[in-house]
């Protein structure tokens, strides 16, 4: 007699149920890291604030360090499609520009939208990179994909020819790293008050003044 086929059972109801114990868990382990920190929040900390179990925690977010990279994730992209950020509509906006003053000002304004969000998470990675390895080695992670990808705008910037005459690709990608660092947002807006909104101008007219040719000026070509 053949033995019965087995088939996976999967319940639209049991997914929604697991996505909104994740959207639970990270949204209680982003309060907890903003509030007191990466070092001083413990796993059942975030299972309380989120009111599952401890083993729930593990089994749905794995460990501490995955929560902390998962919010990082999340900050920066808005959501969890698995859509690589220089494909998504803000960066292409600014990618596919060909007005060099233009693309500088859709760049602050990209950089207003998303760094609300992603800043507060880059500070908890930040602080926590002072006494955890783990923390040490995503900060390091974290900064090294932000130089990759100011050194891809500055070499566009520079073989479109919109740097002005004496900017190198190597002082362009210096100077974006500079403006689109979290230590900027954090004086600016978390501190001094500023309104995303303001600092993502602010940013632009900056970085057109310390990168561009005077207006009506010749580009390097």
Not at 62 to 69: A, D, N, Y
Not at 119 to 144: F, G, M
């Amino acid at each position: 007699m053949n033995s019965p086929i087995k088939r996976r059972y999967s319940s639209p109801l049991r997914e929604e149920g697991a996505r909104r114990t994740g959207e639970l868990i990270l949204a209680a382990a982003q309060e907890l890291f903003i509030a007191q920190g990466y070092v001083q929040t413990t796993i059942d900390q975030i299972a309380e604030r989120a009111g599952v179990s401890r083993p729930t925690v593990f089994a749905n977010a794995g460990s501490k360090r995955e929560l902390l990279k998962r919010l990082r994730d999340l900050a920066l992209a808005g959501d969890d499609e698995p859509v690589p950020m220089l494909q998504r509509p803000g960066l292409g906006r600014v990618r596919d520009e060909p007005d060099a003053r233009a693309k500088l000002r859709l760049y602050g304004e990209f950089l207003a939208e998303v760094a609300a969000r992603h800043v507060p998470v880059q500070l908890v990675i930040r602080d926590a990179a002072a006494s955890d390895p783990e923390a040490q080695a995503l900060w390091a992670e974290l900064q090294a994909e932000r130089l990759k990808g100011m050194t891809l705008f500055a070499r566009a910037l520079y073989d479109d020819g919109h740097l002005r005459p004496g900017v190198s690709p190597r002082e362009a990608r210096d100077v974006l790293w500079t403006y689109n660092s979290a230590e900027l947002f954090q004086l600016l807006v978390i501190e001094r008050g500023w309104s995303p909104k303001r600092y993502g101008r602010w940013v632009a007219d900056a970085l057109t003044s310390a990168l561009l040719p005077p207006s009506g000026g010749p580009e390097t070509g």
